[in-house]
């Protein structure tokens, strides 16, 4: 039954609507809500001074740091982790005080979640020519001169390839996000608690060492990185702050040129480079010696994009299903976004197992329904960016067993009614959330992940197919950092200038836009 209708604020995302109509009505966090930037610590409740990692949009960056510097804010509901990006974005986390105080702000454009990413590549080839197994480089540029900067999951600083022939350290600096308030460390302070067993920056997952070292190694028994003469600056993310990462890493080079990798992504977005944070990318990569290399994604075959060209009229009906989250301690929990030009009309009905409908909202309007297992969000709104129409589907079950009819028999019916331009698309928020089942609407195109869908990157895919014993065998970007280390390779010209910042613009040029079919 229908328990809440909310009228959409144009200037702040549906994602973010939603989580604070979430923790107004005191409900607990769900699954979708970390995905969309939510890092409250309390898996039962979702409190008021809890954050939410937002990027925020402003006439002017200084005049709304000001705002909330001089709003009556009680000390446990200050901002916190407030970074000016650029003279017309901020990033913060923000408690529901604060998000008022931005809201309420004259200057405000538009305000956003940040977004969770998960992590990309399968394992890197060794088919670029440039260190033959058992033979020389093929090639005498090694990135000396270079920084690169990783975003990933954390780093083994115990392992060989992270110091040079001398035996000291190449990291310049690390930042750690994932300690509550990030913590940065100097190469002494690495040396010396790395000795001592604290391990600041260490890595649990494995998948930053293997980006890094893939990118900038020393040579170590008969490997090497590709570009070995290159030094790291480091970031442990927390998966959300990645635009942080970003601006700390290319503060932190000084001028220096400076090649940015992030193994990573996440699909709640248009894929036309429109949201806010690919949009701070193309704003850096106008700067010489500035490259950013994001992985392209590993979703090509995941069955988790719809996309068509609709007459008037035309009517299609897509089912799909919702997967167990990984950690048994997570409830089950989807989103999908879905896009249409502002001038086209969709009606667009969701049906669950049991046979029930409900009906996406008017332009402007959430809707929020709750049955005795599971909540639906469903809302509409216009994009400040494309001109597109967004519908969010947030699906959020109980924390109870749920038996395998609750997840699956799940139905999207699309319907045109006005066709101007006729184009819809639509995505899970991330693979692993859930998958629409085989039907001619199933796109392996336009799979490229966010944030390498926008202008100021270099997208890099990979092209070794991988067959999984996962849910789903299907082939897997394997070379994303081998285009970001090649990249560092020339990034440094005798003038002191970024060679491949022309590269970097040539192909972000590029980039998929929604028309046009990109596979990925």
């Not at 670029?128 to 540029?141: H, S």
């Not at 297992?373 to 924390?399: A, M």
């Not at 560092?488 to 010209?493: E, F, I, P, V, Y």
């Amino acid at each position: 039954m229908l328990k809440h209708s909310i009228t959409l604020d144009g200037r702040a995302s549906i994602s973010l609507s939603w989580l604070m109509h979430q923790r107004r009505t005191n409900q607990r966090p769900v699954l979708a809500s970390r995905f969309a930037g939510f890092l409250g610590a309390d898996p039962n409740k979702m409190r008021e001074t809890d954050p939410t990692a937002v990027l925020v949009e402003a006439a002017n960056a200084d005049a709304l740091i000001n705002a909330l510097g001089s709003a009556p804010l009680p000390p446990d509901h200050q901002p916190q982790q407030l970074v000016k990006l650029h003279d017309r974005l901020v990033s913060i986390h923000a408690g529901e005080m604060v998000l008022n105080v931005l809201l309420n702000h004259s200057g405000l454009k538009h305000v956003q979640t940040l977004k969770r990413k998960v992590l990309h590549l399968e394992k890197a080839s060794q088919d670029l020519g440039l260190r033959p197994l058992g033979g020389a480089r093929a090639v005498v540029e090694d990135g000396t001169g270079v920084l690169i900067g990783i975003v990933d999951s954390g780093f083994d600083l115990s392992h060989p390839m992270f110091y040079d022939g001398a035996g000291n350290l190449k990291v310049e600096h690390l930042l750690d996000q994932t300690t509550g308030n990030p913590q940065e460390f100097s190469p002494a302070q690495l040396r010396q608690q790395w000795s001592e067993g604290a391990c600041p920056g260490a890595d649990e997952n494995g998948h930053g060492t293997h980006v890094a070292t893939i990118a900038g190694g020393s040579p170590h028994r008969g490997f090497e990185g590709i570009a070995p003469g290159a030094r790291f600056l480091l970031v442990k993310t927390n998966s959300v702050d990645t635009d942080k990462a970003v601006a700390w890493i290319f503060r932190k080079a000084e001028g220096n040129p400076c090649v940015v990798n992030m193994s990573l992504g996440h699909h709640w977005g248009a894929h036309d480079g429109t949201e806010a944070e690919e949009r701070y990318h193309a704003l850096l990569a106008q700067d010489p010696g500035k490259i950013i290399c994001i992985s392209a994604g590993n979703e090509r075959e995941d069955n988790l994009h719809l996309g068509k060209w609709f007459n008037q009229r035309e009517e299609q009906a897509i089912e799909f299903a919702v997967f167990r989250p990984e950690d048994p301690t997570e409830a089950p929990g989807a989103a999908m976004t879905i896009w249409y030009g502002g001038t086209d009309q969709f009606s667009l009905t969701l049906f669950a197992p049991d046979g029930s409908e409900y009906v996406a909202p008017i332009l402007g309007q959430l809707e929020e329904y709750e049955t005795q297992r599971v909540v639906i969000r469903i809302g509409r709104g216009l994009h400040p960016w494309n001109n597109l129409v967004q519908t969010e589907i947030i699906l959020s079950f109980s924390k109870n067993a749920h038996p395998v009819q609750d997840l699956r028999g799940w139905k999207l019916k699309i319907r045109c009614d006005q066709a101007v331009v006729g184009r819809l698309d639509a995505w899970f928020a991330n693979s692993g959330q859930g998958v629409f089942l085989s039907h001619p609407l199933v796109e392996q195109a336009r799979t490229i992940s966010l944030s390498a869908t926008g202008e100021g990157c270099i997208a890099v895919a990979g092209i070794s197919p991988k067959l999984s014993g996962s849910r789903m065998a299907a082939p897997r970007q394997g070379r994303e950092m081998c285009l970001a280390a090649q990249v560092a390779l020339a990034a440094w010209d005798p003038r002191g200038t970024a060679a491949a910042n022309l590269t970097s613009r040539r192909l972000a040029n590029k980039s998929p836009q929604p028309s046009a079919t990109n596979p990925s």
